[in-house]
Nanobody, 113 residues
Framework: QVQLVESGGGLVQAGGSLRLSCAAS????????MGWYRQAPGKQRELVAT???????NYVDSVKGRFTISRDNAKNTVYLQMNSLKPEDTAVYYC???????WGQGTQVTVSS
């Protein structure tokens, strides 16, 4: 059974930074592509960033140059470094094993103006 536990969210002022972590279990982490998604109130969940097993990354245009996704296979953990945060980044952030049905509980990120 896949388990994903996100952490690192919080309240930050615009222009600030946060680093999200997601610990995964129940999978062979190193061979799986991982993604970070977010869902703002009243909006659909959107894909923010992905990282493949060989560390190729991709980002939604709105976060390019500000967010960085990375992974540590020894720790079964994927990260999302978020810099220059904007109020529109406010959302619940979820990590996800691409192609798998499981989701974690998410972590709230709130950016104040």
């Amino acid at each position: 059974q896949v388990q994903l536990v996100e952490s690192g969210g919080g309240l930050v002022q615009a222009g600030g930074s946060l680093r999200l972590s997601c610990a995964a279990s129940g999978i062979i982490f190193s061979i799986n592509a991982m993604g970070w998604y977010r869902q703002a109130p009243g909006k659909q969940r959107e894909l923010v960033a992905t990282i493949t097993s060989d560390t190729r990354t991709n980002y939604v245009d709105s976060v390019k140059g500000r967010f960085t996704i990375s992974r540590d296979n020894a720790k079964n953990t994927v990260y999302l470094q978020m810099n220059s945060l904007k109020p529109e980044d406010t959302a619940v952030y979820y990590c996800h094993v691409l192609g798998n049905a499981s989701w974690g509980q998410g972590t709230q990120v709130t950016v104040s103006s």
